[in-house]
């Protein structure tokens, strides 16, 4: 869990979104720091005991956290902070667009879930190509009924092409999915339960849920065949 006063920083933030007012709150920032920090390190270690490949990975708590200052050289917005936190279990950190778990952080849209919301188009050929190769099996992985009630929005991504990709069918049985540039689970977590004594058990048995299909597109994704 975390504390409201966490959710309370965040929504502030929002509002005052400018240095003078950061640095005027520093000491509240340091005491939402410091309680994200703890729930991710309680995330990690629980995860690390159904999750092997993230325990052998030896993650650094405060390297999976998302830093709080926005990068501003691309961008219209010129706000110099993110009112959110995106913390991700990623084994194959720091290496992207591999899959991992997440949680994100942010009052009124607060969300978990694991895969690969976008990746680069080497990987996404390779998860495509292993989705047509097993699908069958990767089908049973996200209809289980466990799958479907902890995730019943289903794999979500990035976007979704209009037609098939080269090489593959609109007769093929896993037409729908091969559209997508993004396999990934992403459902919506109460701020009340964020902030209960429920919230680790509730995320850590989504990630669990998440597992095999992290695994699936991992094993994918590593295939040098």
């Known amino acids: 869990m975390i504390k409201q006063t966490s959710l309370d ?8 979104n400018s240095r003078e007012w950061f640095e005027q709150n520093r000491d509240l920032y340091e005491n939402y720091r ?11 270690n629980e995860l690390s005991k159904i999750d092997h490949a993230i325990l052998q990975a030896n993650l650094d ?10 990068d501003l050289r691309f961008s219209k917005d010129k706000t110099p902070y993110k009112n959110y936190v995106l913390v991700v279990f990623n084994k194959n950190y720091p290496e992207p667009n591999k899959a991992g778990y997440f949680i994100h952080i942010e009052p009124g849209n607060c969300s978990f879930g694991g895969g690969v ?3 680069t188009p080497d990987y996404l ?3 495509r190509q292993e989705i047509d190769y097993s ?24 976007g979704k092409l209009k037609k098939m990709p080269d090489g593959y069918d609109e007769t093929n049985p896993a037409s729908e999915l091969l559209k997508m540039k993004g396999f990934c689970t992403k459902e919506i977590l109460n701020d009340s339960l964020l902030t209960s004594k429920e919230c680790l058990e509730k995320v ?10 992290i695994d699936f597109l991992n094993k994918a994704i590593e295939y040098d065949g």
């Open 125 to 127: 050929k390779k998860i």
């Open 61 to 70: 708590s405060k390297k999976c956290l998302t830093r709080v200052n926005r």
């Open 9 to 16: 920083f965040l929504s502030n933030l929002k509002l005052n």
């Open 135 to 158: 699908f069958t099996s990767f089908n049973k992985t996200i209809t289980t009924p466990e799958f479907q009630k902890t995730f019943p929005n289903g794999i979500q991504g990035v």
């Open 34 to 44: 410091s309680d994200i920090l703890q729930l991710t390190e309680n995330l990690l």
């Open 117 to 119: 919301w976008q990746t």
């Open 204 to 213: 850590i048995g989504g990630f669990q849920t998440a597992k095999p299909l």
